[in-house]
């Protein structure tokens, strides 16, 4: 069956450090993945795109990266602070009108 | 500010009742999205219409039905409300539903709660 899987259990980490999400796949043949930030209570907010012909895509303290071998996409936050706490969602784009949201990783960042 | 507009924000309700959610999409986007998000849940996507057309179509209960109008907005309806109906209802919108114009700009979100 097909499955998007993030890591269930929050990301607690320093200010400071590099955080690093999962995101894994199964039975999809994703054409782009895209990174979305939500807060509690809020709309999700788009961060970045990448597509299935590009390893890595950067956008100043964020860093995306796409193994479709692996089926598998990283999320790094780096210099982390803590108004980088919040949940934040894989979406996989598979053609034709569909994307699929992952549950989310929930991230907080410690002062 | 996404430029997605939900009205209203917040919905109070008794079982049983209908209920009617609305949504402006951004400027020239053509494709609207409906999201369910019960406490401490992922998004559930309902439904999608591109243009006026339903597109996709997710885990929609049969007592819940959309559309989206020439003007582009869309809403959303919800009857035979159930106290389990109680979530956060986001509409989404993208440029197009397919091919490199499928990032979503979501709106704030209605928050209905059945009593």
């Known amino acids: 069956s097909q499955k998007i899987e993030q890591n269930s259990e929050a990301l607690n980490i320093q200010e400071g450090k590099t955080a690093t999400l999962t995101c894994n796949y199964t039975n999809y043949s994703p054409a782009y993945l895209q990174w979305y930030r939500q807060d509690p209570g809020r709309g999700p907010v788009f961060l970045l795109l990448i597509r299935e012909n590009e390893k890595e895509k950067r956008k100043e303290r964020l860093k995306v990266t796409f193994d479709t071998t692996l089926k598998q996409s990283l999320f790094h936050i780096t210099a982390s602070q803590p108004a980088d706490s919040a949940t934040y969602l894989c979406a996989l784009y598979t053609g034709g009108f569909k994307t699929i949201f992952g549950a989310g990783t929930r991230l907080f960042v410690k002062a | 500010d996404s430029g997605v507009t939900q009205t209203p924000k917040h919905l109070i309700t008794a079982t049983g009742q209908r209920v009617t959610l609305r949504c402006s999409p951004r400027s020239g986007d053509l494709s609207v999205y409906w999201y369910q998000q019960s406490l401490d849940q992922g998004l559930q996507f309902l439904i999608q219409?591109?243009?006026?057309?339903?597109?996709a179509k997710g885990n929609i209960l049969e007592r819940f039905s959309a559309q989206q109008f020439p003007d582009l907005h869309s809403e959303l309806n919800l009857s035979s409300l159930e106290l389990g109906d109680s979530a956060l209802y986001f509409c989404?919108?993208?440029?197009?539903?397919?091919?490199?114009?499928?990032?979503?700009?979501f709106g704030p979100g209605t928050r209905l709660l059945v009593l």
């Open positions: 989404a919108s993208s440029v197009e539903g397919s091919g490199s114009g499928v990032t979503q700009y």
């Open positions: 219409y591109y243009n006026g057309e339903e597109r």
